[in-house]
């Protein structure tokens, strides 16, 4: 975090990352100042509800957020900025999106959490587009220039007031990561389904404890819990997952909830025990996951966008990784033979022990899908079968030197590039 006045006293000349967050409610045009070096502008948590004219004259500028201000409207000026790849205007009231508020090199797209019913023709002229987050908004349909986006791998359009299918979207040819529950079209009455979820027990918040958070993501907090009372039809040791109430860059925390309960038993997913659905009190009571298990693999960043990273020197023998693969492609399987897309498979969401034991979880962008015609259903299943390839991909990316010769590596190379 950096300063107004460290910024107008000249103390930041040539850096390369600005973050200011004072309630600011103008612009500070001292940020010109430092053109020659600026490329990451972080001005979340401000005031503010327009951005000038001279912001253009930051050539160098990449990524710009602007998330939690008094937005109204996407700014038309981030258009004119010549070298801007990545827009992050989460939780604003943004309502229209100018056609020239894109600009030509834009890769990765945030406007999660805002009012807007319609989206510019110019956003499928925009061939870089590799990641597009648009939950929680007010779409009713997306653009048909849309499926020009042959670039774009992870879609999130969850909470929004999409009346049909977007197929000219889902068939896109690099499309691997999507979540799209918590729309009209993907309302249904299937009993079989309900079913489901409601085979998994109620209990009341007064239940249970909690104790320390183990983790904590976009859609809730995991905090390690014991039972108030003797509990005997389930074990000692329990997690709870307590969601927030709102939306979330993935969608509805009930959305999530229903996949994960929906998806039922495997030995290598996180296993839900009970359920709590009380007013502003939503939660799942999970299976406590063993100290020695640790993540896989890191979110991605910057430069990757949507493919994961991993420690630096971190590596795994082809036995582990093709054991990890074993065990994926039954819970990929598992999940879509119960109509489940996880929407995020990904190694930083897999968690593994010394034998190469997985187990997988965070259903925060899941959405169900058995609603939906037997083609759209195959499309699905595809599209996240390329997540499951990229998955692969990365962990061959850290595989051992003394085994990227041998049979296995071989095989796992010619499955992904088939």
């Known amino acids: 975090m950096h300063s107004l006045s460290q910024l107008r006293d000249g103390k930041l000349v040539g850096v390369t990352r600005l973050k200011l967050s004072e309630d600011l409610t103008d612009f500070p045009l001292e940020v010109l100042s430092l053109a020659d070096s600026l490329e990451i502008l972080d001005l979340s948590d401000n005031l503010l509800s327009s951005l000038p004219e001279e912001l253009k004259q930051l050539k160098k500028l990449k990524i710009v957020f602007a998330s939690n201000n008094r937005f109204e409207t996407l700014p038309d000026v981030l258009g004119e900025c010549p070298e801007l790849e990545m827009i992050g205007f989460k939780s604003n009231q943004i309502r229209h999106v100018p056609d020239n508020a894109l600009p030509p090199k834009l890769r990765w797209l945030i406007l999660t959490d805002n009012q807007i019913e319609n989206l510019p023709d110019s956003l499928g002229l925009r061939p870089r587009m590799q990641k597009l987050a648009l939950a929680g908004n007010r779409l009713t349909a997306l653009p048909q220039t849309m499926s020009e986006l042959h670039n774009l791998e992870l879609l999130r359009i969850s909470a929004n007031q999409l009346q049909e299918c977007p197929d000219h979207v889902f068939g896109l040819p690099k499309l691997a990561w999507v979540a799209f529950a918590g729309n009209p079209f993907c309302q249904s009455s299937d009993t079989k389904s309900s079913n489901s979820i409601e085979s998994v027990p109620h209990v009341a918040s007064s239940s249970f404890t909690l104790q320390h958070v183990l983790g904590q993501g976009a859609s809730g907090v995991i905090s390690k819990a014991v039972w108030n009372d003797n509990q005997a039809d389930y074990p000692a040791d329990i997690a709870v997952k307590v969601f927030k109430g709102e939306v979330t860059s993935d969608g509805y925390p009930q959305d999530e909830l229903n996949a994960c309960l929906n998806v039922g038993y495997h030995p290598s997913l996180v296993q839900p025990l009970a359920q709590v659905s009380e007013p502003n009190y939503l939660a799942l009571v999970m299976n406590l996951i ?67 034991n997985i187990i997988f979880g965070d259903f925060g962008a899941a959405s169900m899908y058995h609603m939906l015609s037997t083609q759209q259903q195959a499309t699905l299943r595809q599209v996240e079968g390329r997540s499951l390839n990229f998955f692969i991909e990365d962990l061959l990316s850290i595989c051992a030197d003394e085994d990227r010769q041998s049979d296995g590596f071989t095989h796992l190379n010619q499955r992904i590039s088939a």
């Open 290 to 356: 063993p100290s020695h298990f640790k993540n896989l693999g890191l979110p991605p960043n910057f430069d990757t966008c949507t493919r994961d990273t991993f420690p630096e020197g971190f590596s795994l023998s082809i036995a582990q990784i093709e054991k990890i693969v074993d065990q994926m492609e039954d819970v990929f399987a598992h999940m879509h033979d119960n109509h489940v897309c996880h929407g995020d498979l990904y190694a930083h969401n897999t968690l593994f022990d010394d034998q190469a």
